[in-house]
């Protein structure tokens, strides 16, 4: 066999086994991360939320749940909470937004791991990991131990047999 076939057959193996690692350093086991909302969109905006009415969703649509009794000062949602239940974050040193309809007071909290958790009027906002997608509101209403609530322009919605008018006002 010549030389330059021998060559040619070893950069074959060559190039097969790197394409053989670069595919295998490109699996992360399946899991992805998700894709960030576009960069000149609100943080957060007002939309129909069903039979809860206008409710507070992220950029990308998806509902803003609150914790019941949660602040910025006492997070209850961690660990593996965060696993169902995945905070509204910005990176650190900005700045979230609001869009139409989102008149009440939007900030930052810090949370332990470091991560910077939007707030609406004080609550630590959160989305849900099993809402369908944009307009889902599955997670209104779940006690896990800790009863979560989609959050409107107003406040808490209330939940079902709550006849207090709902709203962090009244």
């Known amino acids: 066999m010549s030389t330059k076939r021998r060559r040619h057959r070893l950069s074959g193996a060559v190039l097969g086994l790197i394409a053989l690692l670069v595919a295998a350093c490109g699996d992360d086991g399946g899991t992805t991360a998700p894709a960030p909302a576009d960069a000149g969109a609100d943080t957060m905006n007002a939309a129909d939320g069903g039979d809860l009415g206008e409710i507070l969703v ?3 649509g998806n ?3 609150i914790v019941e009794g949660e602040t910025g000062d ?3 949602c961690a660990d593996a909470c ?3 239940w995945p905070p509204l974050t910005v990176p650190a040193g900005e700045e979230p937004s609001a869009g139409d309809g989102v008149d009440g007071t939007v900030a930052t909290v810090e949370r332990e791991d ?3 958790q939007v707030t609406y009027e004080g609550f630590p906002l959160y989305t849900f990991a099993n809402d369908s997608g944009p307009g889902d509101v599955s997670g209104h209403g779940i006690t896990d131990p800790i009863t979560w609530h989609a959050m409107t322009p107003d406040g808490p919605a209330p939940l079902d047999g709550d006849d207090s008018g709902g709203g962090i006002y009244g």
């Open 114 to 116: 470091g991560t910077v």
């Open 74 to 76: 006492n997070i209850m």
């Open 82 to 84: 965060l696993d169902a």
């Open 63 to 65: 509902t803003l749940y």
């Open 58 to 60: 992220d950029a990308d």
